[in-house]
């Protein structure tokens, strides 16, 4: 169970809870030019890559996308932007710890002073008041990036079921940034299954704003698994040295 809610949580920090802006920007026209590509990089897990992406799209199209959807029709976009800003809120300490770690201490006191502002004039976060009235952005930093400012690989790319394009790096960094989040998320709820219910909740609510994107962008694609590939891989090496 704890695995499932750990992928859900990933899900979270995968679709930057559900940052449209962020992600139409960081996906521009190169990336979809490297889909047509001469692609000669270390790739053992290319064909697990492929059926599993073949996979992932199927569900995408005929279940998640419909479902989000239906959703976005019966819950307003303010009130999706809100559980959105309160999940956001609930990463400070993924965001706060990974600023440090790569030395980023202004950065790290911004997200000190967000947290502090939007959790109590921000109504535990559901208004994010930190950015709307001061101007204070979120500096999004997690472990794999650390881990990449630090010097280490990527490894090989892998394709993760429903959750989609990671790598071995960004996996293993997961797990710490998990542990960081589940540890705050635990405060909300005495039970297990409460607290893996709000995460889920949150990683839908997400998905209703981040399935049209993805549905947008790959409907031409000739090819998936590379266009899906190298997207996330730019977009991981662009985070990294920013």
Not at 24 to 47: H, Y
Request: one cysteine or more.
């Amino acid at each position: 169970m704890r695995v499932a809610i750990a992928c859900i949580s990933f899900l979270l920090f995968f679709s930057g809870c559900a940052d449209k802006n962020a992600v139409r920007a960081d996906i521009d026209e190169d990336d979809f030019e490297a889909e047509f590509a001469s692609n000669e990089e270390f790739d053992p897990l290319s064909g697990y890559n492929r059926a599993m992406t073949t996979f992932n799209d199927a569900a995408y199209r005929y279940a998640i996308i419909p479902a989000a959807k239906g959703y976005a029709k019966v819950v307003p976009r303010g009130a999706r932007d809100s559980v959105n800003n309160f999940f956001d809120n609930l990463a400070f300490p993924m965001r706060f710890a990974n600023n440090l770690l790569q030395g980023k201490f202004l950065n790290a006191a911004s997200e000190t002073g967000r947290f502090i502002i939007n959790t109590t004039v921000g109504f535990l976060g559901f208004a994010n008041v930190a950015d709307e009235l001061y101007g204070m952005q979120k500096h999004d930093e997690d472990f794999g990036q650390t881990l990449g400012v630090w010097g280490v690989p990527s490894g090989p790319h892998v394709v993760l079921p429903i959750l989609g394009p990671s790598n071995v790096r960004d996996i293993g960094g997961f797990g710490v940034d998990y542990l960081l989040k589940a540890q705050y998320n635990t405060n909300f709820f005495e039970e297990d299954w409460q607290n893996y219910t709000l995460a889920a909740f949150g990683a839908f609510n997400a998905m209703a704003d981040f399935m049209p994107i993805y549905e947008t962008l790959t409907k031409d694609a000739i090819d998936l698994y590379p266009l899906m590939k190298n997207s996330y891989e730019q977009r991981r090496d662009k985070l990294i040295k920013e």
